[in-house]
Structure formats: structure tokens, C-alpha cells
């Protein structure tokens, strides 16, 4: 099982309750498949940074989601198929987190190295002056 | 009264780049291990108006980050949280 954060974007012309079902719709699809959903954030209406379809607006919705690479694909392949998702993104957090994990022994690596030689980390007040 | 200048009081900075404040990588500041493509507000404080990626040599921030900047830029603009370039 892999971790992913999968966003899509909703249709401007849908209402409230639309997008609640097809939240729910695509809920089911991850259920189903065998994954497990975490999260599911949604942000509502936002303004697109630019046109998509011709659309200036779309629903946010976010899950987070422990799932196999071949679930993925199919919700992908969902996306892509209805009409009332106008954008979508996945993204593979466990890669992420395990670069993230890597970045934070080398700050304590170099934190290690500073005490020792007794050089004081600057304050971020003062670096930002 | 007199006042001798013998270096003791408001030490005088030596001017380090041409007399601008010096640059520092936000992101190492702060240890930032990753940065959010969700994370708009960051984000746009990195890319001005025109909608492109700040070069490193004007925000100062460090090689590393810059890549991790880049790579959430990149998806932020996926999804439409970015512009791609607007005139």
C-alpha cells in the first residue's frame, strides 16, 4: 500500500448537494477497490488561477488515501471520464515523506555539528532583521 | 565634549552586497523538510506577478529548496492553485 493525496476539482455548475454525492460516489469507488481513505478534506468553492474549460471557479475536494497503485489508476480513469471533474492530481506522499524524514536527520545532523564547534543558530528574528 | 571614534559603540557592518541586506533561504530558516503544493500563500510569495518561478538569485534561497519550491509550484499549477503565466 502506498500513501497518496488525491485532489479533484468539481464543476462550477453543480450545487452543494451535487458535489456532496459525487464525493460520496468517489468515497465508495476507493472503498470498494480495497483502499482506505483517511482524510477527505473539502474546500469548497474556490477561484481557479486560471480557466479550465471555461471556468473560473470549482469545488475543491481532497482525500488522503492508503491504496495500491492499481486503485489509482481506476479513480483516475473516473476522473477522467466524468464529465463533472474538470481538473484532478495524485500525488505519492509516502515518497514525499520519506525524502521529508531524510531532510530532518540532516538538519539534526548539522544542529549536532554546530553545538559541538559551540556556533550559536541565529534566531530567525534575526536573521529576518 | 569629545567623541573618539575608537570603534567602540555602533560597530560599523561591512557592506556586503552593494549594500543590501544580505539574502537568507527562508525555507532553512524556518527547517522546512517539505514544502506544500497546497500551501498557496508560500507559494505566491515566490512567484510575482507575471506568474513565473523567483530566481534564486534574487530570493536567496538555497539550492535544495529551490528544487522542493519548483516541484510544488509545478503541481500547485496542476490543479489550478497557480496561474501558468498570466500578462
Known sequence: MRRYETIFVASPTLTDEQVDELVRHFEGIIAEQGGELLKTDK???????????????????LFELNAGPTLI????RRF?????????????????????????VRYDREAKRKAQAGIKDRSAEEVMG | MKRKTDGKGKPKKKKAFGGRRSKF???CVEKSTMIDYKDVKTLSSFTPERGKVLPRRTSGVCALHQRMLVEAIKRARNIALLPFATD
Open chain 2, 25 to 27: 533561504c527562508k525555507f
Open chain 1, 73 to 76: 489508476a481506476e479513480l483516475e
Open chain 1, 80 to 104: 477522467r471520464n466524468n464529465d463533472t471533474v474538470i481538473k484532478y492530481l495524485s500525488v505519492r506522499m509516502d515518497v514525499e515523506a520519506k525524502a521529508a524524514e531524510r531532510q530532518k
Open chain 1, 43 to 61: 474546500w469548497g468553492r474556490k477561484k481557479l488561477a486560471y480557466e479550465v474549460q471555461k471556468f473560473s471557479e470549482g469545488y475543491y475536494t
